[in-house]
Every structure is written in structure tokens, then in C-alpha cells.
């Protein structure tokens, strides 16, 4: 005879998995989409005719409002996000805070052009606390895709847990070069004779294989078969 009580437990248990993994995807495409979105939204509302230095130059465009909803979205997802334990509690929290400080401390970089719209430069304390945040946050996302994603909370991993750990660990290894680039670029560690919005080419490219490390962990991809 069935157990009421353990079918309930079953659907409850269900419907969490399912709203887990269409959380992650949502993170996945907003990952994905959010420099593609900045960019032609400002090419369409602000006429600009190139990119922005980095993505948080955006601020200071007439997407303004875009930015911050985006940046305010992921932020919240990261945030009510829970893991297998306080490890993975504590490092969600610190990148979702990461990328909202991305919104509350503007960049005090200014860009001359038709894209800038009017505004009084923030302090360099505000700019140096907005510097902060950015590295926080793609530091984070690159450890959590390394370490935290490639973790399993069954004995017998899959063959399909295997390949996703393959992506999360190609993944991670892509951003932490995009960030090793960004940071050497910006302390001109690196002296390269280059276009000025190479720092929006690699942020881009970290976003994006965030964006792909997120759809996989929310199984768009290398789905497990149905639990019986």
C-alpha cells in the first residue's frame, strides 16, 4: 500500500529540484546575455558606436537602469541561492554582495564621448571600493565553478555529473585567466599595445562561460536521468 505521506514528500521534494535548476538557468542566461543586452541597448538608446572600457562603464550611459536591474537580478538570485553546506552559503552570498556593490559603488572612470550622459564623478574611495567588489565577485564566481560545482552530494558520481565537472573545471579555468588578464592589464603589469575595450572583451567572455557553467549546473545539459 502507498504511503501518502511519502508521494507529498516526493512532489514537495520534486517541485524544489525543479525550481533549483531553473534558478540556475536563469543565472546562466543572465550570465550570457548581459553584455550582449548593455551593448546594443546602449548602440539603440545611446547611439554608441563601441563598447563601453569594461561593463560597469555602463553606468554612466543612458542604460544606466539596465545595468543596475541586471546587475540587481544576479545579485539576488546569488544571494537566496543555497549550496550542500555553509561553505557554499558563505561563497554565493560573498558574489551575489560582490556584484551588488558593483551598483552601489560606480566606477570612477569616465569616458568621453555621444555614449556618456552627464554625471558627477564619484570619489576615488567610491571608485577604489567599486574596484573591489568587481575582483571579489569574479574571483568568486571563478572558485565556485572550481570547487563548488565539481562537488556531489551522492556516493556513485555519474557519468553525466563527470562531464559536467569537465565544463565547470574548463569553465573556471577561463575566468580565472580572463581575471588574471583584466588585473594585469589594469596595473599595467602587462604592457600591451591594444584597443581600449579589451577589459569589456574578456569580462565578456568570463560572463559568458559563467552563463554556461550555470545552465550545466541547472542540467540544460548532461541531464541526470529521472530519479525511479
Not at 40 to 55: D, E, N, V
Request: with cysteine; hydrophobic share 45%; aromatic share 14%.
Amino acid at each position: 500500500m502507498n504511503n501518502p505521506n511519502s508521494h507529498k514528500y516526493k512532489k514537495e521534494h520534486n517541485q524544489l529540484v525543479y525550481s533549483y535548476l531553473t534558478m540556475r538557468k536563469l543565472l546562466g542566461y543572465l550570465g550570457i546575455l548581459t553584455p550582449i543586452i548593455l551593448y546594443f541597448s546602449s548602440a539603440q538608446l545611446c547611439g554608441c558606436t563601441s563598447p563601453q572600457r569594461a561593463i560597469s562603464h555602463f553606468y554612466h550611459t543612458c542604460v544606466q537602469d539596465i545595468f543596475i536591474v541586471i546587475a540587481g537580478a544576479i545579485s539576488f538570485f546569488l544571494l537566496i541561492y543555497k549550496g550542500y553546506d555553509w561553505i557554499d552559503h558563505l561563497a554565493f552570498k560573498i558574489a551575489g554582495i560582490g556584484i551588488l556593490g558593483l551598483a552601489l559603488f560606480p566606477t570612477d572612470y569616465r569616458s568621453d564621448g555621444i555614449c556618456t550622459r552627464a554625471w558627477e564623478a564619484p570619489s576615488s574611495t567610491i571608485g577604489d571600493i567599486h574596484n573591489v567588489c568587481a575582483v571579489v565577485f569574479f574571483l568568486s564566481i571563478t572558485l565556485i565553478c572550481l570547487f563548488l560545482f565539481t562537488k556531489s552530494n551522492h556516493k556513485q558520481m555519474t557519468e553525466q555529473k563527470r562531464k559536467r565537472n569537465l565544463v565547470f573545471k574548463i569553465c573556471g579555468t577561463i575566468m580565472l585567466l580572463c581575471l588574471g588578464a583584466i588585473l594585469a592589464l589594469n596595473f599595467e603589469i602587462v604592457p600591451v599595445s591594444v584597443e581600449h575595450d579589451i577589459v569589456f572583451y574578456l569580462q565578456s567572455v568570463a560572463l559568458f562561460v559563467f552563463g554556461v557553467a550555470w545552465l550545466v549546473k541547472g542540467q540544460a545539459i548532461y541531464r541526470d536521468p529521472p530519479q525511479s
